[in-house]
């Protein structure tokens, strides 16, 4: 089970970490993505990180912005958010599997399990 927080509401140029935590377990051997879900506007991809390799990988539009990071205890992976703007307007929602390539990890149907949204408001 998958436990998102960190979500809020914020001004234009501001910072905000989300959180994902594993209930229960670790993401020792799970793939972890970040989505969002703007207002009228379908899922996309965010972040991800690879446990095989400790890669990351971004959408153009958060990169050298936002940064995806796993804690050493590989219980929580967090998405630290810089630099925010109001079409950073979402509700967030981290995911994970382990049965993911690179060019699928940016799909958010090729993951099974899912946390509850955190909502993150941009003002400008």
């Known amino acids: 089970q998958l436990q998102a927080s960190g979500g809020g509401s914020v001004q234009a140029g501001d910072s905000l970490r989300l959180s994902c935590a594993a209930s229960?377990?670790?993401?020792?051997?799970?793939?972890v993505g970040w989505f969002r879900q703007g207002p009228g506007k379908e899922r996309e991809f965010v972040a991800a990180f690879k446990w095989n390799d400790g890669s990351t990988h971004y959408a153009d539009s958060v990169k050298g912005r936002f940064t995806i990071s796993r804690d050493n205890a590989k219980t929580t992976v967090y998405l630290q958010m810089n630099g925010l703007k109001t079409e950073d307007t979402a509700v967030y929602y981290c995911a994970a599997d382990q049965h993911l390539i690179t060019t699928t990890m940016r799909l958010w149907r090729q993951y099974g399990y899912w946390g509850q949204g955190t909502q993150v408001t941009v003002s400008s």
């Open positions: 229960g377990g670790t993401f020792s051997r799970y793939h």
